[in-house]
């Protein structure tokens, strides 16, 4: 029987559960001694720099800032990665898996407070935001961008980050017609996995429950209204 995880957000003794699949489920999972004594099963970043084995190589320059000012693509496909891995929870969204949740709401966390939650509490889920950066992707990404722990875990640092993510799958080259649509799709999917393949299913089918969470004819077609437009 496959499991699928769900966004789970609990404040004030008030429930609410949105389904969703995690970002960054790893293929094959990676022990990571460094999260505790015991160790415990990690899930793989797929970003990071050829340097670091990752899948992408991180495209040159600071590519938040003129991403974030451009406005209008960048925020839409926002909007639609939001839709496949959070859900109606959004920048506080915390992976259902996690079976002690944060102490406040994500938006109101600095880094170095989700860092602590992390290493206070190994062995479960630690996914969280609107686009679910898991504890490896999280660090990296903020490291990128020069990010401090003091630096509050905001909508807008979350859509940095996320800006990062969309360059190393080629946002700036698919406009500049150097990579095709599909092959953007391709990478997206390959970081979201609540994002779909042409076959339908995600890129981490089965891999800790994950799924995709949208018909791929959909994906197509808003990713495609979003470039042309």
Same mark, same amino acid.
């Given at each position: ?28 999972? !990676? ?27 991180? !495209? ?26 959070? *859900? ?30 992390? +290493? ?9 935001? +609107? ?20 630096? +509050? ?13 969309? *360059?190393?799958?080629?946002? !700036? ?14 990478? !997206? ?11 339908? +299913? ?6 800790? *429950? ?20």
């Amino acid at each position: 029987m496959r499991v699928v995880w769900a966004v789970w957000f609990v404040w004030a003794g008030v429930g609410m559960a949105e389904p969703s699949a995690s970002l960054f489920a790893a293929r094959q999972p !990676l022990f990571d001694a460094s999260e505790g004594a015991q160790g415990q099963v990690r899930l793989a970043s797929l970003f990071m720099g050829k340097a670091e084995g990752g899948l992408f190589a991180a !495209l040159p320059g600071r590519l938040d800032a003129p991403m974030r000012r451009g406005g209008g693509k960048a925020a839409q496909l926002h909007d639609l990665i939001a839709r496949a891995e959070a *859900g109606t929870m959004g920048y506080d969204a915390v992976q259902h898996g996690a079976r002690v949740k944060p102490p406040k709401r994500p938006t109101r966390m600095t880094l170095g407070e989700i860092y602590a939650w992390i +290493r206070a509490t190994p062995g479960q889920p630690h996914a969280i935001g +609107r686009y679910q950066f898991i504890p490896a992707t999280l660090r990296h990404s903020a490291k990128r961008l020069g990010l401090p722990p003091k630096t +509050r875990f905001s909508p807008e640092v979350q859509d940095r980050l996320a800006n990062l993510l969309l *360059g190393d799958a080629g946002f !700036l080259k698919v406009q500049k017609d150097e990579m095709t649509a599909e092959a953007f799709m391709l990478n !997206l999917a390959k970081i979201w996995a609540g994002l779909p393949l042409p076959s339908g +299913r995600s890129y981490y089918q089965g891999y800790a *429950g994950n799924k995709a969470t949208m018909d791929y004819a959909v994906f197509a077609r808003e990713v495609r209204a979003i470039l042309d437009g």
